[in-house]
């Protein structure tokens, strides 16, 4: 099935959810929890990640993920991640209790497109300290796509993981994901990549990159935030509206895209030292802040006044 037709799919039966320039959010992608062992990538970032998580918490921010938040394709056992990274759990708890959580399941945690999984795993995690179960994610609900539209413009921005339409992760998912339980995972832990994943072949991830603005061509007013390349766009006004926000497994930090007050931003949090030497985790704005008003057009291509 081409990208055309599995992105009209999808945002065909989206969940739509209303915004506006006083909503605050931050949409992260491509996180990769895995069991804090040589092949976990993004245990080298995790404490930058909860320090980025905190401080969006605190900040009144409502988390969205963007797919792929979790490595199940290299972990079978949902538990082996949760006791891995206690302090990303418990601050992720905080978010759902409080109703500012939203999750999209991505090609490496696919089997979260099963309620009966994620209610069977996510409710309930063990905890090694109380040796009891105790509740994670009590009555999650996990979309393939959100559409945000905002109340007064009605721009909207659609929000998915990005591998639809990308044949290997997508139609054919299922051998993927044998490849790499199999095969890659543990060939992952020698320095091995997977040559199929678009974070890792530059072709793949261009290619999915211009079919995705293609989509977009038809849809006038409508930005796309999606993750899966691991690449992070963020594009100028008279471009397609395709944003991704990068990843959280790369060896100079992570990256996410931030929705305040009208305004989208492309974040890099990383690890960055003072002149006497003491380690500290930094945010430093790379794109933006840009009115996303600015990203809805008309059919002839200008900018809608309001």
Not at 131 to 143: C, D, G, H, S
Not at 205 to 210: C, G, N, Q, S, T
Not at 233 to 244: E, G, I, S
């Amino acid at each position: 099935m081409q990208t055309n037709s599995r992105l009209n799919e999808v945002y065909k039966n989206a969940s739509v959810m209303p915004f506006d320039d006083g909503s605050k959010i931050v949409f992260f992608s491509d996180v990769h929890r895995g069991d804090n062992s040589l092949s976990d990538d993004f245990a080298r970032n995790r404490h930058i990640f909860f320090h980025a998580l905190d401080f969006y918490y605190e900040a009144g921010y409502s988390y969205f993920e963007v797919g792929d938040g979790d490595e199940m394709w290299e972990n079978p056992n949902y538990n082996h991640i949760t006791t891995a990274h206690p302090a990303v759990f418990d601050i992720l708890k905080r978010y759902h209790k409080n109703d500012r959580m939203y999750m999209l399941f991505g090609n490496h945690n696919m089997a979260l497109s099963d309620p009966s999984f994620v209610k069977k795993n996510l409710s309930e995690s063990f905890n090694d300290d109380t040796e009891k179960m105790e509740p994670l994610f009590p009555n999650l609900k996990v979309y393939e796509a959100i559409r945000l539209k905002h109340l007064s413009t009605e721009q909207e921005i659609f929000i998915v993981h990005g591998h639809q339409g990308d044949f290997l992760n997508d139609q054919w998912w299922r051998v993927s994901f044998f490849i790499i339980r199999y095969f890659w995972r543990f060939m992952h832990v020698l320095g091995v990549n997977y040559a199929a994943s678009p974070a890792k072949n530059q072709h793949i991830r261009h290619k999915i990159e211009k079919s995705y603005n293609k989509w977009l061509a038809q849809h006038k007013g409508i930005m796309l935030i999606c993750g899966h390349t691991h690449r992070a766009k963020f594009p100028a006004t008279n471009d397609q509206a395709y944003f991704n926000t990068g990843c959280c497994m790369h060896p100079r930090g992570i990256t996410c895209l931030e929705l305040k007050e009208g305004e989208i931003t492309l974040i890099n949090w990383h690890m960055h030292s003072r002149k006497d030497g003491i380690l500290y985790i930094k945010r430093s704005v790379l794109k933006g802040p840009t009115p996303i008003i600015n990203f809805m057009r008309c059919s002839d291509g200008n900018t809608e006044n309001y």
